[in-house]
């Protein structure tokens, strides 16, 4: 048997291709939307994909099953579990089995016994793997896809938070306890194959470790040591991050089938002349992916800075409309890449890309100003000064600046409306990552008189400015 993890880092996400060294087929768990490195690793060790298998409908990002179907003919493995609302909506379109709890499939000399595990969502199941091929009677280990992580179990609240379907958290919480009670009577030597590590919103406290076992996860991972249902579930249900507001659209993307991705290249533009027809679009939104001190500096007026960094794909699909078309400033070199990620997660209308030495070509080019903690003192507490807060709420609740208003990140925009526009806004996060995005977006929505406060709470934390708790 062979067997490879992929782990993408700006979404928190694992992959797994298994493969039977007698037959040459290969397998891909929970497959990402960008194939390549499944292609490549199959190529290089001469196996063919011939299926793929998905533990539930993925809220965070696009799965790369269909795409493995429509290349490559890779036959489908699905959940037949949960009800209507969660059943996928293009199997007629592909080689396709659903599976429900029980049901044993084979790829190769491989066998994959399917354990209906709900909880995160209703349909969600796991794969236990047992390597028949090598003459084993005993599984090796499990498939779990966001329902049991390293320390951690998959949240059961996104329903209710990013798709809206009321009253499903607690119902997901209940599931997930008695899920959880077939877990535990599952081997401890099983080794645990999760679908996602720390950094996901899929979880509250996931560990940044790859793999674990039933048998660690039983010692260590507080989901499991609980044993009064009515405290788990209220122990499971506290203090979860706000979930990213296009969870919503990928279950949606998931559920009636990603589009297929072609071969077709964005255009790539050197010089202003190729970029001005989507500027001051209403359609367009054009994106400056330069670190947040260099835009600071100048940047084209209307422009949103997302820097290209681990935060990049989680915030564009906070911030960014699926339904508008996207232009992006950024190296040439890191033009695929940045399609890639902004793929992944579904944002597919990309219709150029541009070198940020068009910049240097703009008449005149937009500002902001950074200050530090002992600029943001002198003049926090001012009538004519409005504090925003962009971090996440048990963020905030865990101490806040005195005169600070809330509004989070990914609702900023929502809050416009509500923003004074004859004072002087200052934004932080907890270092300023965030902050930089959040000034862009205001100020390409009108605030001109805005300051971003770098080193955010941790400087003014450490700087002994006065603090309020909730």
């Known amino acids: 048997m062979f067997f490879r993890s992929y782990f993408d880092e700006k979404l928190a996400q694992y992959s797994y291709m298994v493969a039977c060294q007698k037959t040459g087929e290969a397998i891909v768990i929970d497959p990402a939307r960008d194939i390549t490195p499944y292609v490549e690793t199959a190529k290089k060790e001469g196996f063919r994909l011939t299926a793929a298998a998905e533990t539930h409908?993925?809220?965070?990002?696009?799965?790369?099953?269909?795409?493995?179907?429509?290349?490559?003919?890779?036959?489908?493995?699905?959940?037949?579990?949960?009800?209507?609302?969660?059943?996928?909506?293009?199997?007629d379109q592909l080689s396709a089995d659903l599976v429900k709890d029980g049901d044993v499939f084979m790829v190769g000399n491989v066998e994959f016994k399917v354990m209906h595990t709900p909880g995160h969502t209703p349909e969600s199941?796991?794969?236990?793997?047992?390597?028949?091929?090598?003459?084993?009677?005993?599984?090796?280990?499990?498939?779990?896809g966001d329902f049991v992580f390293v320390g951690d179990v998959g949240r059961p609240d996104l329903l209710e938070k990013a798709a809206g379907v009321k009253g499903t958290a607690d119902t997901g919480a209940a599931q997930m306890y008695d899920s959880i009670q077939k877990f535990k009577q599952l081997p401890d030597y099983l080794v645990v194959w999760p679908g996602h590590g720390a950094g996901s919103a899929c979880g509250k406290s996931l560990g940044a470790v790859p793999l674990s076992t039933v048998g660690y996860e039983k010692a260590n991972n507080w989901a499991l040591k609980?044993?009064?249902?009515?405290?788990?579930?209220?122990?499971?249900?506290?203090?979860?991050?706000?979930?990213?507001?296009?969870?919503?659209?990928?279950?949606?993307?998931?559920?009636i089938g990603p589009s297929v991705l072609t071969n077709e290249s964005i255009p790539y533009v050197e010089h202003l002349s190729?970029?001005?027809?989507?500027?001051?679009?209403?359609?367009v939104i054009v994106i400056d992916t330069r670190n947040g001190h260099d835009f600071a500096d100048g940047h084209i007026e209307g422009t949103i800075n997302l820097p290209y960094t681990k935060i990049f794909t989680n915030w564009a699909g906070w911030i960014l409309d699926y339904d508008k078309q996207l232009v992006i400033i950024a190296e040439k070199e890191r033009q695929i890449e940045i399609q890639k990620s902004l793929q992944s997660i579904g944002l597919d209308k990309i219709v150029s890309f541009a070198s940020p030495a068009v910049i240097s070509e703009v008449e005149t080019l937009e500002k902001y100003t950074n200050i530090d903690?002992?600029?943001?003192?002198?003049?926090?507490?001012?009538?004519?000064?409005?504090?925003?807060?962009?971090?996440?709420?048990?963020?905030?609740?865990?101490?806040?600046l005195p005169t600070a208003h809330h509004h989070m990140l990914g609702y900023l925009e929502e809050a416009?409306?509500?923003?004074?526009?004859?004072?002087?806004?200052?934004?932080?996060?907890?270092?300023?990552?965030?902050?930089?995005?959040?000034?862009?977006?205001?100020?390409a929505k009108g605030f001109k008189n805005i300051e971003n406060a770098e080193g955010g709470f941790a400087s003014w934390k450490k700087a002994n400015g006065e603090i309020v708790y909730s």
């Open 416 to 443: 416009i409306a509500h923003l004074p526009q004859d004072k002087k806004i200052i934004v932080h996060c907890q270092s300023g990552a965030r902050s930089a995005i959040g000034t862009s977006l205001l100020q």
């Open 274 to 283: 190729g970029l001005e027809k989507y500027l001051n679009q209403e359609d």
């Open 125 to 144: 199941i796991s794969f236990i793997l047992t390597d028949r091929g090598g003459g084993s009677v005993a599984p090796m280990g499990i498939f779990t």
């Open 226 to 255: 609980e044993t009064n249902k009515e405290q788990f579930q209220k122990e499971l249900l506290k203090d979860q991050p706000e979930p990213p507001k296009y969870f919503a659209m990928m279950k949606k993307v998931n559920k």
């Open 373 to 400: 903690v002992e600029q943001l003192k002198a003049q926090y507490d001012k009538d004519d000064v409005y504090v925003i807060d962009i971090r996440q709420q048990q963020e905030w609740e865990a101490g806040r």
């Open 57 to 91: 409908i993925h809220a965070d990002f696009v799965s790369g099953a269909r795409q493995l179907a429509n290349d490559y003919e890779a036959t489908l493995y699905l959940s037949d579990e949960g009800d209507e609302n969660w059943k996928y909506q293009y199997v």
